[in-house]
T-cell receptor, first 114, second 115 residues
Framework: ETGVTQTPRHLVMGMTNKKSLKCEQH?????MYWYKQSAKKPLELMFV?????RVENNSVPSRFSPECPNSSHLFLHLHTLQPEDSALYLC???WGQGSTDTQYFGPGTRLTVL | AQSVTQLGSHVSVSEGALVLLRCNYS??????LFWYVQYPNQGLQLLLK??????LVKGINGFEAEFKKSETSFHLTKPSAHMSDAAEYFC?????????????FGQGTTLQVKP
């Protein structure tokens, strides 16, 4: 595997379910990100991790819970979601968290909340 | 606060024609600017970035962008469109206030290429 991978690619869940999204980067990067991409809206940064420590939580509801067990893996745990949470969730990684560091994106998980 | 605005949510060009996708930014500090492309069912891929070196930045797939401070613009161009260029394009500015690597994205522009 190369680059940034995300699983599953598609997920359908009910509002009472608990599920997790997984992201893995094979680039040796130190920073990882979760973004939300909704129709008709700009990409929104959700969380940033640097060296497994959360450095940014962009006012995300507590029904989204990130976890970064090591610098290669990032999870997004989901529970009690709402239909408006349906979106494409993108993971990204970068060497550092500097303003000029290039972020490399995974293909995303398309989430549908019924 | 920093922001970007992409003018035109949809742009349609003929194959072989010039591609021009517009991006204007707002920033109180010298900005770092990015263009990303997203093909259907894929993540975002970096086309090019401006980090205060040369104002004309060349990227992948024949794209380039010119940073114009006087116009607060960073428009993306390609001399001759190819069918494979059909995708969604995002302009972004790096949020330098918190040193978290945060990118602020525009709304995106969908490029359609007609044969």
């Amino acid at each position: 595997e190369t680059g940034v991978t995300q699983t599953p690619r598609h997920l359908v869940m009910g509002m009472t379910n608990k599920k997790s999204l997984k992201c893995e980067q094979h680039l040796g990067h130190n920073a990882m990100y979760w973004y939300k991409q909704s129709a008709k809206k700009p990409l929104e940064l959700m969380f940033v991790y640097s060296l497994e420590e959360r450095v940014e939580n962009n006012s995300v509801p507590s029904r989204f819970s990130p976890e970064c067990p090591n610098s290669s893996h990032l999870f997004l745990h989901l529970h009690t979601l709402q239909p408006e949470d349906s979106a494409l969730y993108l993971c990204a990684s970068s060497w550092g968290q500097g303003s000029t560091d290039t972020q490399y994106f995974g293909p995303g998980t398309r989430l549908t909340v019924l | 606060a920093q922001s970007v605005t992409q003018l035109g949510s949809h742009v349609s060009v003929s194959e072989g024609a010039l591609v021009l996708l517009r991006c204007n930014y707002s920033s109180s500090v010298p900005p770092y600017l990015f263009w990303y492309v997203q093909y259907p069912n894929q993540g975002l891929q970096l086309l090019l970035k401006y980090t205060s070196a040369a104002t004309l930045v060349k990227g992948i797939n024949g794209f380039e962008a010119e940073f114009k401070k006087s116009e607060t613009s960073f428009h993306l161009t390609k001399p001759s469109a190819h069918m494979s260029d059909a995708a969604e394009y995002f302009c972004a500015v790096s949020d330098q206030s918190g040193n978290t690597g945060k990118l602020i994205f525009g709304q995106g522009t969908t490029l359609q290429v007609k044969p």
